[in-house]
């Protein structure tokens, strides 16, 4: 009996692994939005957009359409089926025309997302279907933009910067911590551009920094990008990429690996790469592709 009953459920984990999603990566290329196998291949282009961040399992990637040029700026919060590319586009949900940097909450229930209104850049939520916009936390001082936004693995709170220091909010954009980001890097710092993500335990954020170190580079401008991560709870920070790599826009593969960004000094365009925690075993994923994310 006790036999049987091992083969029946080794039986049952190997249908359930079987009929499982693959882990998918969702990232830019260009000005298009495109998804690919978490080993590089199967990449296809879905969708007119940048900064895609794809569900937990793997079905839908929200991102910002980007029209400019010649005609005013319009971004939007949009989805796309990573199936089928078919997108639905919020236009009269957000009361705003320049969003970006949708995020989806670990439950696939909501959307993060960064918004331009009142001559500053606020924090809003709204639910996968369009419905039930708000604002998670306003600029708390005129010019005073809330940057990097990610959630914590548990969906009940988020982290953000302002160039100053790192927040955690509750979802009614009540401050729980902070961090000062001059006492954690003298020498560095991050920008409106920069990334934030919360490793799967929660304990430990990665980061975009950008240091001050003189490393020139042809048809490059401003400081090299590091990628570092910062321990919330000793607030100890360590760098993972070293001086002359240029990394950036790191996600979490698991709690042992990160997904990140770098372009070499010879190289016209980024590339995805994947190393560990430590910093070690950098590997090329793709090439020409930038602002990944990962489904679970």
Not at 237 to 249: A, I
């Amino acid at each position: 009996m006790i036999r049987s009953l091992v083969t029946l459920a080794a039986l049952l984990l190997l249908h359930a692994s079987l009929g499982a999603e693959p882990r998918r990566v969702a990232f830019e290329r260009g000005s298009d939005v495109w998804v690919a196998n978490l080993d590089g291949t199967g990449a296809k282009k879905i969708a007119r957009g940048t900064q895609p961040d794809i569900s937990s399992d793997g079905a839908r990637v929200a991102f910002n359409t980007d029209t400019g040029g010649s005609k005013a700026l319009d971004r939007r919060i949009a989805l796309a089926d990573a199936a089928t590319g078919k997108a639905t586009v919020f236009t009269k949900e957000i009361p705003s025309d320049n969003c970006q940097h949708a995020i989806w909450s670990p439950d696939g229930s909501q959307i993060l997302f960064n918004l331009y209104t009142e001559n500053d850049w606020h924090l809003g939520l709204i639910n996968a279907d369009g419905s039930g916009f708000r604002y998670l936390k306003k600029a708390p001082s005129k010019n005073s933009g809330l940057w990097s936004a990610c959630w914590a693995p548990d969906g009940r709170s988020v982290y953000v910067q302002d160039l100053d220091k790192i927040s955690q909010l509750g979802l009614d954009g009540g401050e729980l911590k902070t961090w000062d980001l001059h006492a954690l890097f003298p020498a560095a710092g991050l920008t409106s551009s920069s990334r934030m993500a919360v490793s799967p335990d929660g304990s430990t954020l990665l980061l975009d920094v950008e240091v001050d170190e003189d490393v020139e580079r042809e048809d490059w401008d401003g400081p090299p990008p590091a990628i570092w991560t910062l321990d919330l709870a000793t607030t100890k920070v360590t760098r993972l990429t070293p001086k002359g790599f240029f990394g950036w826009s790191g996600s979490w593969l698991s709690g042992e690996e990160i997904l990140f960004v770098s372009q070499g000094d010879k190289e016209k365009q980024p590339s995805l790469y994947r190393m560990s925690r430590q910093g070690e075993n950098r590997k090329q994923l793709l090439k020409n592709a930038s602002y990944p994310s990962v489904s679970q």
